[in-house]
């Protein structure tokens, strides 16, 4: 019984801090330069390299395309039920809101229905452009393993940064910041 609550204790803790889902070395979310982040995860459309393109719906159903536009873009991937998304959602919304006009962001939804996600999004007074990835194909293209997975890109396209596990709102500036 000590050995089940041990073990228990250790998966949520790092559930909490590095996500839902499998994790690697290169997202658990430390301090780690872009350029070890891009080593760790290479093969997986990483930091220094070109950002996948694709499309998606939005909870509203029209079609969006998820690209360079012109300007730095944030794609997160997230769903209802994992905590650590739950926990990073006031900051994602601070973020979106205080830099709407700069940043395009993308909160991709994962495998859930429209109705679930709008539930999740108005109980928590959560305005966030989602858009669904109902079959996966985005986040297979990220190599996404845990969520919450984010991503920044830059104007031209390339990858930035990449986190897996909850974000800041202030992590998030300082990355847009320095670039």
């Known amino acids: 019984m000590k050995k089940y609550t041990i073990c228990l204790a250790a998966f949520v803790a790092l559930s909490v801090f590095t996500g839902c889902g499998s994790s690697s070395a290169a997202d658990e979310g430390r301090a780690a330069s872009a350029q070890t982040q891009a080593a760790q995860n290479a093969g997986h459309g990483l930091v220094g390299?070109?950002?996948?393109?694709?499309?998606?719906?939005?909870?509203?159903?029209?079609?969006v395309s998820v690209e360079a536009k012109g300007k730095p873009y944030i794609i997160n991937f997230w769903a209802t039920w994992c905590p650590p998304c739950q926990a990073e959602i006031p900051d994602l919304a601070a973020f979106y809101a205080a830099h709407r006009e700069t940043v395009d962001f993308y909160a991709v939804n994962l495998q859930e229905e429209v109705p679930a996600v709008q539930k999740f999004l108005t109980e928590r007074q959560a305005e966030l452009p989602v858009v669904l990835d109902a079959k996966g194909k985005a986040s297979t293209l990220y190599g996404v393993r845990a969520i919450p997975t984010t991503v920044v890109v830059n104007a031209e396209g390339t990858v930035i940064y990449r986190k897996t596990g909850?974000?800041?709102k202030a992590e998030l500036e300082d990355v847009i910041n320095k670039h």
Not at 50 to 61: D, I
């Open 49 to 63: 390299e070109a950002a996948p393109k694709f499309s998606v719906k939005a909870l509203t159903g029209e079609a």
């Open 166 to 168: 909850g974000v800041t």
